[in-house]
């Protein structure tokens, strides 16, 4: 599952990169189907969204890695982000979101 971010929220998900963006993009690019404008995000096309305009970034976060991710919290004691990761996995894109940036840190950290 691919997500889309910024330091605000969790924008789109969807099983690929493009499925992500375009499902973030009625979002982030400002505006619904009636041309009313939906949020206070500056406006990014698809392109800029795809590389990173605006602060955004896409991120990965497979069910595996948010399970794995949770079972790490809970033998942590980490029960806030078992919860995450619990609602992760139900399907909420707010909480997959933080699950990638997470998971993305985690790597990051490693490298």
């Not at 929220?9 to 009625?26: D, H």
């Not at 041309?35 to 069910?63: C, I, Q």
């Not at 609602?87 to 940036?101: K, T, W």
């Amino acid at each position: 599952m691919y997500v889309v971010i910024n330091n605000e929220a969790a924008w789109g998900m969807g099983e690929t990169e493009e499925a992500a963006i375009e499902a973030a993009r009625e979002w982030v690019c400002g505006s619904d189907e009636n041309g009313h404008r939906v949020t206070d995000v500056p406006v990014v096309s698809f392109h800029e969204l795809r590389r990173g305009a605006g602060g955004f970034a896409v991120l990965r976060a497979t069910d595996a890695q948010v399970r794995a991710l949770r079972d790490e919290a809970a033998r942590a004691g980490d029960d806030e982000q078992v919860d995450v990761c619990d609602a992760a996995l139900a399907g909420d894109v707010g909480a997959r979101g933080e699950c990638a940036r997470v998971i993305a840190d985690a790597a990051a950290m490693a490298d």
